[in-house]
């Protein structure tokens, strides 16, 4: 303004010097003149600030006279707020970028509860979408009578436990409201599916170990009973070794149970560990000396064993998987039955260990279930041939350890196949022939050695003599 009035004056003054040499006509010619250059001027001054208005993010125009002074300040503070409007921009993206990434379901709801925001987990777990359902009331979206009662509430110390769905896609919400901001309101969920199931596994486990220590117990507590009340002379002594022989038979029972459930408990707790090579076919043959003690020719065994296929895993995990499985076989197979098992290359390149029997076999419906912790196909027959119930759990997370799958075949009345398929990535390159194993003192730790080589001491002594 300053500038505008100096100029002014300046043209005045100039007019006022002319006017007074050349006459006031030409004086006031001249300060008119004056006036229309300042006005020209001042237009094209405003038509570059115009255009500048309409591109008003870029730098101000320069040289626009008393206007310089105006726009300098207007411009600093729009590129001020621009800048702050981009940090608010970047932090708002980072807050939801951060909601994305929250393990936890979260969306927002206006005065009326209904949706305005959410995240991709909400949205999974309440089949919300955003777009869709942008603006619409959570109680149309949520169809539940618990959920609207909770939402009807004023204030909400806990959260709510929703069921939503049947069958396979059941699924259970923890859905908790809170207030925030004026008459906005902030819902987070969360999928407890699994942390139920294991709930109620842990107290099925609790009920099922119960149960099945109280029978053994019961019938040692009335046996002990009954020999303390009893005159010394009120048994004979065959009946009295009858009873200590159900008593043995029993704490037997007890001891397998608590020896299964530490094996349990010691692969759910020990890190899972890559081992080394496993002749599997020396477990396989350990594991079927045992079946047929078990057995007690009553059955007819038949071993078809890939000698030079081994694996990498744990050998003392994967005998205890193999011995369950055969021990299985054993006791579901009546007598005269036959008992098959295959160590064996599996066509992807991996290796199958297969245990097939003549047994009464599965029903389909009871397949599914059979891994799972003390459930019995038949709890009468499991219970007189001395099964805990675990064998076959325990043989699954053996399994899981080394990567494999547990693949069961049954037709009831017929037999089963139990197959434990290893990935290709466990077997081992065939290995040319290694010199026997040894123990602490320097033997071997197998006889056969007594007819496989003639250079060991002491055995190899006798093999060749026997040459």
């Known amino acids: 303004m300053s500038k505008t009035l100096v100029s002014i004056a300046l043209w005045a003054l100039g007019g006022w010097l002319l006017g007074a040499w050349l006459g006031a006509a030409t004086g006031w010619a001249f300060f008119a003149l004056g006036l229309l250059l300042m006005i020209l001027v001042s237009g094209l001054q405003l038509s570059r600030i ?3 208005v309409r591109a008003i993010d870029e730098p101000p125009p320069p040289s626009v006279g008393p206007w310089d002074e105006i726009l ?3 411009y600093r503070k729009l590129k001020q707020n621009r800048l702050d409007l981009q940090d608010r921009t970047r932090s708002f993206h980072r807050a939801l970028l951060a909601a994305e990434a929250l393990p936890d379901g979260a969306l927002t709801l206006d005065p009326h509860k209904a949706l305005q925001w959410c995240n991709q987990t909400a949205a999974s777990h309440l089949g919300l979408d955003l777009e869709r359902d942008r603006g619409h009331s959570i109680l149309n979206i949520v169809r539940a009578p618990e959920f609207a009662r909770y939402a009807g509430q004023e204030t909400w110390d806990r959260p709510l436990i929703l069921h939503l769905g049947h069958g396979g896609a059941a699924r259970t ?12 309101f902030l819902m987070v969920t969360r999928d407890i599916t699994q942390i139920e199931r294991l709930e109620n596994t842990r107290k099925d486990f609790v009920a099922n170990v119960s149960h099945e220590l109280r029978t053994p117990l019961t019938v040692l507590s009335g046996f002990v009973e009954t020999l303390q009340d009893l005159p010394g002379d009120a048994l004979t002594g065959e ?3 009858h009873y200590l022989d159900l008593m043995a038979q029993q704490t037997r029972n007890m001891q397998a149970l608590v020896s299964d459930l530490l094996t349990l408990s010691s692969l ?13 076919a020396a477990l ?10 078990l ?10 064993l890939d000698e030079t296929l081994r694996i990498r895993g744990q050998d003392t995990e994967l005998a205890s998987a193999i011995g369950n499985l055969l021990t299985n076989a054993v006791r579901y197979t009546p007598p005269g039955g036959s008992i098959t098992v295959l160590w064996e290359p599996a066509p992807d390149g991996g290796a199958a260990c297969r245990v097939r029997d003549t047994g009464i076999g599965i029903d389909p419906a009871d397949i599914p279930r059979l891994t799972e912790r003390f459930f019995r196909a038949d709890r009468g027959r499991s219970r007189a041939t001395g099964g ?6 325990i043989a699954k997370h053996v399994v899981m350890r080394h990567d494999a799958t547990l693949d069961i075949r049954s037709t009831p009345g017929e037999g089963s196949v139990f197959s434990i398929l290893f990935p290709a990535a466990r077997v081992c390159p065939p290995a040319g022939p290694a010199a026997p194993a040894r123990d602490a003192a320097g033997r071997h730790r197998s006889s056969s050695c007594m007819v496989q080589c003639g250079y060991c001491f002491p055995y190899c002594r006798l093999a060749a003599r026997a040459r």
């Open 50 to 52: 115009a255009r500048w």
């Open 388 to 393: 805990t119930g675990l064998g076959l759990a």
């Open 72 to 74: 300098a300040p207007i």
């Open 295 to 304: 057995s007690g020719g009553r059955h007819t065994f038949d071993a078809r």
């Open 284 to 293: 396989v043959r350990t594991a079927l000396a045992q079946a047929q003690a």
């Open 173 to 184: 919400l923890s859905l908790h409201l809170a207030p925030y901001g004026v008459g906005q």
């Open 268 to 280: 759910e707790s020990t890190p899972n560990q890559e081992g080394g090579p496993v002749p599997v």
């Open 239 to 241: 009946q009295r070794r």
